[in-house]
C-alpha cells in the first residue's frame, strides 16, 4: 500500500509557473506508476499527466501537451508535476495517483485504474 500527499498549489497569475510535488511514502514506490489528474467543483476529475515506473515514458492531455511536464525522482519517492504558462482554465484541485505497474513501461489514463490517490492541492490561476 502506498499513501500519497500532495503540495505546491497556490494562487498564480496566468502564464505563471508553479511546481506540484506528490509525496509517497513506502519502500516500492518504483513499482508504481503514477499520475496526475485534477478536478472542478461539480466536474468529473480529469486526466492530465501520466509516467510510467521507470520515468521512460510519460503521457498528457491534449489540454496540457508543450505546458506541464511530468516527472519522478523514485530515489526520494516523489512525482513532480512542472506547469508552465498556466491558464485561468487550469485551475482547479489536482490530485496523485499510483497504479502497480504490472509488466511494461506503461502508463495508465483512465480514473479508475488507479489504486491510490492523494487528498489533493488546490492551484488557482487568476487572469
Known amino acids: 500500500q502506498v499513501q500519497l500527499v500532495e503540495s505546491g498549489g497556490r494562487l498564480v497569475q496566468a502564464g505563471g509557473s508553479l511546481r506540484l510535488s506528490c509525496a509517497a511514502s513506502g519502500r516500492t514506490f518504483s513499482s508504481y506508476r503514477m499520475g496526475w489528474f485534477r478536478q472542478v467543483s461539480g466536474k468529473e476529475r480529469e486526466f492530465v499527466a501520466a509516467?510510467?515506473?521507470?520515468?521512460?515514458?510519460?503521457y498528457y492531455s491534449d489540454s496540457v501537451k508543450g505546458r506541464f511536464t511530468i516527472s519522478r525522482d523514485n530515489a526520494k519517492n516523489t512525482v513532480y508535476l512542472q506547469m508552465n504558462s498556466l491558464k485561468p482554465e487550469d485551475t482547479a484541485v489536482y490530485y496523485c495517483?499510483?497504479?502497480?505497474?504490472?509488466?511494461?513501461?506503461?502508463?495508465?489514463?483512465?480514473?479508475?485504474?488507479?489504486?491510490?490517490w492523494g487528498q489533493g492541492t488546490q492551484v488557482t490561476v487568476s487572469s
Open positions: 509516467i510510467s515506473w521507470s520515468g521512460d515514458t510519460t
Open positions: 495517483a499510483a497504479r502497480h505497474h504490472g509488466l511494461g513501461d506503461y502508463v495508465t489514463v483512465a480514473v479508475s485504474e488507479y489504486d491510490y
